[in-house]
T-cell receptor, first 111, second 112 residues
Framework: AQRVTQPEKLLSVFKGAPVELKCNYS??????LFWYVQYSRQRLQLLLR??SRESIKGFTADLNKGETSFHLKKPFAQEEDSAMYYC?????????????FGQGTILTVHP | ETGVTQTPRHLVMGMTNKKSLKCEQH?????MYWYKQSAKKPLELMFV???????ENNSVPSRFSPECPNSSHLFLHLHTLQPEDSALYLC???????????FGQGTRLTVV
C-alpha cells in the first residue's frame, strides 16, 4: 500500500532563512507527487507537482526515487509562507486517481 | 461562486440525527472525492466518484453514505454518527486526465 510520511509536524524558521520540508513516500509503482498548501482560513490548494519541475512562490521540490523523497525547499523564507504544507502521492492513474496525504507540516516564518 | 463549494460550513448534530453534507462544483470536473481531516491524523480518503460512479469506498462505516446524482454534485449522508466522527470533511474534484485536485473549504462537523 502507498504511504506518505512527513516527519516534522512543526517547523519554525526566521525570515530570510532557508527552509526544507521533508517528505518520504512508499509506493511500488511510478509515483506522481505533489505539494499542497493551506494558508490560514483558506482552502487546500496545489502548490506544485513534481512532473512540472516548476518553481512556485520560490519553492522547488525534486523527486529522488533512490531515497523515495520529495522534499520541498525554499532558499529564503518569507512571513507569508507560514501555512500548513501537505505532501501527497497520486495513485490510480489519471482516470480516477486518488491522493494519499502525509500528516502535514505547519511552517511558521518569524519576522 | 467559482470553485468547489461545500455547505454547510459548520454542523453540530446529535448521535441520533440524520444530516447531509453537500458539495458542488461547476468546473467541468468529472471526478469527486470526500476526505476526512481529523486533528491528529492525515487527510483520509473516504470515497471516490468518477463519472458519477463510485470507484472507491475506503473502508468507511455504513453510517456514512455518499451520493453523486450528477457530475456537479456530491453528497455525504450522515446517520447515527459517533463523537469520534467529529472532523473537517473536505470535498475535492478534478477532471480525469488532469492531476490537479481542487478542494472545497470543508464542513466542520461536531457530533454531540
Amino acid at each position: 500500500a502507498q504511504r506518505v510520511t512527513q516527519p516534522e509536524k512543526l517547523l519554525s524558521v526566521f525570515k530570510g532563512a532557508p527552509v526544507e520540508l521533508k517528505c518520504n513516500y512508499s509506493y511500488s509503482g511510478s509515483p506522481e507527487l505533489f505539494w499542497y498548501v493551506q494558508y490560514s482560513r483558506q482552502r487546500l490548494q496545489l502548490l506544485l507537482r513534481h512532473i512540472s519541475r516548476e518553481s512556485i512562490k520560490g519553492f522547488t521540490a525534486d523527486l529522488n526515487k533512490g531515497e523515495t523523497s520529495f522534499h520541498l525547499k525554499k532558499p529564503f523564507a518569507q512571513e507569508e509562507d507560514s501555512a500548513m504544507y501537505y505532501c501527497a502521492l497520486m495513485t490510480g492513474g489519471t482516470s480516477y486517481g486518488k491522493l494519499t496525504f502525509g500528516q502535514g507540516t505547519i511552517l511558521t516564518v518569524h519576522p | 461562486e467559482t470553485g468547489v463549494t461545500q455547505t454547510p460550513r459548520h454542523l453540530v448534530m446529535g448521535m441520533t440525527n440524520k444530516k447531509s453534507l453537500k458539495c458542488e462544483q461547476h468546473l467541468g470536473h468529472n471526478a469527486m472525492y470526500w476526505y476526512k481531516q481529523s486533528a491528529k491524523k492525515p487527510l483520509e480518503l473516504m470515497f471516490v466518484y468518477s463519472l458519477e460512479e463510485r470507484v472507491e469506498n475506503n473502508s468507511v462505516p455504513s453510517r456514512f453514505s455518499p451520493e453523486c446524482p450528477n457530475s456537479s454534485h456530491l453528497f455525504l449522508h450522515l446517520h447515527t454518527l459517533q463523537p469520534e466522527d467529529s472532523a473537517l470533511y473536505l470535498c475535492a474534484s478534478r477532471r480525469t486526465g488532469n492531476t490537479e485536485a481542487f478542494f472545497g473549504q470543508g464542513t466542520r462537523l461536531t457530533v454531540v
